[in-house]
């Protein structure tokens, strides 16, 4: 089981930017798909990004396309995720996982095993 700590987030104004960092410290989590999660005030947690292994392969919620780049460390075991125009419906906990035995993303939260705690991210209009 591989720990996962996220650190970043804070509060910004619509239309800036913050970068989240995540690291997944497993014996074997350099080789595993890793993603990002979403969950505002009274919703449901949403996928917002993921990528494989490698680095090769990403993918992207319809609405934070362009906007959001994640990018995976030299040591595969860092993944970040740079968020640029932000609004004020990107209001939410952000979390980081692991999806622990997979090579490949996954876009359900169900995929991914190992979890982080969350930093907040508040945008403010």
């Known amino acids: 089981q591989a720990q996962v700590e996220e650190s970043g987030g804070g509060l910004v104004q619509a239309g800036g930017s913050l970068r989240l960092s995540c690291t997944a410290s497993g014996p074997t989590s350099e080789h595993y798909a890793m993603g990002w999660f979403r969950q505002g005030p009274g919703k449901a947690r949403e996928f917002v990004s993921a990528?494989?292994?490698?680095?090769?392969?990403?993918r992207y919620a319809d609405s934070v396309k362009v906007r959001f780049t994640i990018f995976r460390g030299n040591d595969k075991n860092t993944v970040d995720l740079q968020m640029n125009g932000l609004k004020p419906d990107a209001t939410a906990v952000y979390y980081c996982a692991e999806r622990s035995g997979f090579i490949g993303m996954g876009l359900c939260d169900r995929d991914y095993v190992d979890w982080g705690q969350g930093p907040q991210v508040a945008v403010s209009s």
């Open positions: 990528i494989t292994w490698d680095g090769i392969a990403t």
